[in-house]
């Protein structure tokens, strides 16, 4: 008589089968856990060394974000005095460019010249303004070729430390060409000619605002050491 086939149901020890689901469950999530953590601190080091690295003019604003920022009833502070910022009209009409009016046509480029303190701004071959700025004393001024990568009619920049402390809302007319180096007006001193900046390039306010209606996102910055007499741009370890 052939045998019956037969079935045996395999015993679930449900009790023992949860503690050990339960203890595996933790384990992953301790593991999971420890891995995301040495994960995130190991990235946030990494983000803050390189922050360090990364060239910067203003110690307080090179990480964060340089963006539009007004504030007209701040004070300023500059070289431990208090300075009073322009009121700045954010809807004001920028947009008719007052340099080169009469030229039409012409690829435009700004040169700087760091060891006379001059900018030059050329339309093609037409020379549409020729002033004073003063560049890097507390922080060079990068040399190299660059663009404007950011326009903004104010922003706040911050910086520095103990006597040479700076806190300035209100900067007008900024053109950033290089991380947080940029091209702006300065209400805070009148000694244009001569080094007076953390990296940047200051401007006489009415020059920075022509050059800012004139001047374009994309606009070649070039920032020389030396523009010798045959109008060569020198520049020594250039960024």
Not at 13 to 35: D, E, H, Q, V, Y
Not at 97 to 125: C, M, N, R, W
Not at 152 to 162: C, E, P, V, Y
Request: hydrophobic share 40%; proline share 4%; charged share 20%.
């Amino acid at each position: 008589m052939p045998k019956k086939s037969s079935h045996r149901k395999i015993p679930v020890k449900t009790s023992s089968k949860n503690k050990g689901g339960l203890f595996a469950f933790l384990k992953k999530l301790f593991l999971f856990s420890f891995i995301a953590t040495v994960f995130f601190v190991g990235t946030d080091q990494i983000i803050k060394m390189q922050s360090k690295q990364t060239p910067c003019a203003n110690s307080k604003t090179c990480v964060s974000d340089l963006s539009l920022k007004i504030d007209n009833d701040a004070l300023g502070m500059f070289a431990g005095k208090k300075v009073t910022p322009p009121k700045i009209d954010a809807n004001a009409d920028l947009n008719t460019p007052v340099l080169g009016a009469e030229t039409k046509e012409g690829d435009k480029h700004v040169y700087i010249d760091l060891s006379k303190q001059i900018l030059f701004a050329y339309q093609g071959q037409n020379l549409i303004l020729k002033t004073f700025v003063s560049t890097g004393k507390w922080g060079r001024t990068p040399a190299g070729n660059f663009h404007i990568w950011e326009k903004l009619i104010a922003t706040r920049m911050a910086g520095g430390s103990g006597a040479d402390a700076y806190d300035l809302p209100n900067v007008p007319y900024v053109m950033y060409f290089f991380h947080d180096f940029g091209l702006h007006g300065a209400y805070w001193h009148d000694n244009f000619g001569h080094t007076m900046s953390h990296g940047c390039v200051n401007m006489r306010q009415i020059d920075a605002k022509a050059l800012f209606a004139w001047a374009e996102v994309g606009t070649p910055v070039s920032v020389c050491d030396q523009i010798t007499g045959n109008n060569q741009c020198i520049q020594n370890n250039a960024q």
